[in-house]
């Protein structure tokens, strides 16, 4: 059994049972949790931050997002629905937000303000059903959607099929380094269950030199 390090006890409580299934069942998981076993996957504890993190990362590197956040986080040292609302488009756009991005999250804090979200609700949905609601929010698509599944509401099983970087690491560490088709990464996955939030973090703590957050 791989236990868990003093460091990680933030980690998702299915976290040790997730990383031990993994690792009996597939060589390539049981490589990754070895080598990054000093490292989870955590909450925020906050959904308006995820999500706003989510959406400055959409389609840029986990670099670039990392560095927008940063410039924003400077200039808005308390990120709040109403601090991110009141805040100067032009002062944004110095961060590197283009102004699509600017107006997702301007609607988002409005959302917020007004208290347009009911987190019980979101407790009894199952992870689809709550995609279908999510979606619903100006700027949030599937992606964003499944980065606040698994992110915030540490839902086990959510695969992000389209996220770059799940396919690049599959490609790397199951397909020869060529790319992958869609229904080839599912396939693969299949034995992920019920883990596969689990495994796709590893797996994109295998590219990147620090374990990616929202």
């Known amino acids: 059994m791989v236990l868990l390090k003093e460091k990680q006890r933030n980690a ?10 993994l690792a009996k069942r597939d060589p390539v998981m049981q490589r990754l949790v070895s080598q990054f076993n000093d490292s989870a996957l955590y909450s925020r504890g906050d959904a308006f931050t995820t999500l706003v993190r989510a959406i400055i990362g ?3 590197s986990v670099k670039a997002a990392a560095s927008v956040w940063q410039k924003l986080a400077t200039v808005l040292s308390n990120i709040t629905p109403e601090n991110l609302y009141s805040i100067d488009a032009e002062i944004l756009r ?9 107006s997702y ?9 007004q208290g347009g979200y009911d987190e019980i609700a ?20 599937r992606w964003t959607a499944e980065m606040f599944l698994i992110f915030y509401m540490q839902r086990p099983d ?3 099929l389209a996220d770059i970087g799940l396919q690049r ?13 869609k229904n080839r990464l599912q396939t693969i996955a299949t034995n992920w269950r019920p ?17 990616i957050d929202y």
């Not at 998702?12 to 299934?21: G, L, M, T, V």
């Not at 110095?94 to 600017?102: E, F």
């Not at 999250?105 to 303000?113: G, N, T």
């Open 12 to 21: 998702p409580i299915f976290w040790e049972q997730a990383r031990n299934d």
């Open 58 to 60: 959409q389609q840029i």
């Open 94 to 102: 110095t961060c590197g937000l283009s102004g699509r991005k600017i």
């Open 105 to 113: 999250l301007q609607d988002l804090s409005e959302r917020f303000i």
């Open 122 to 141: 979101w407790q009894k949905m199952n992870d689809e059903a709550l995609i279908t609601h999510l979606i619903q929010i100006k700027g949030i698509g």
């Open 158 to 160: 959510v695969l992000p």
């Open 169 to 181: 690491a599959v490609s790397i560490h199951y397909n020869g380094n060529q790319p992958i088709e």
């Open 195 to 211: 883990w596969r939030s689990v495994a796709t973090w590893y797996l994109w703590r295998s590219l990147d030199p620090i374990p």
